[in-house]
């Protein structure tokens, strides 16, 4: 679960991921076969955010866990990330998003 007042995001559009990771901002590339999907070239900006205490370390397991992704469940307004078969992380459809 992210700090409080520390979202995390993930987006897909064309190819790309793009993101917040609770303090950096970060993107990379992506590719589904099936249901597998690979993340990959990440990169992220690279401020320092020294308050929550944990907020970098939270941001490093973050982005960590989304190069391992290898397949991918949509339900309802839920995407669930897995590697080999154990979810990783799960996000809900953000309702303000653009039609």
Known sequence: MPMNGRPITLR?????????????TFGGDYRLT??????ENLFSTMMACPEPEEIMKQEQQY???LG?????SI??????????????LA???DEQREQ
């Open 91 to 93: 996000f809900k459809m």
């Open 63 to 65: 982005l960590y866990l």
């Open 34 to 39: 099936g249901q597998r999907i690979f993340i």
């Open 68 to 72: 391992e992704v290898d397949s991918y």
């Open 12 to 24: 897909f559009e064309e190819g790309r991921v793009r993101g917040s990771a609770g303090c950096n």
């Open 75 to 88: 339900v309802g307004d839920t995407l669930r990330l897995f590697a080999s078969r154990n979810e990783l």
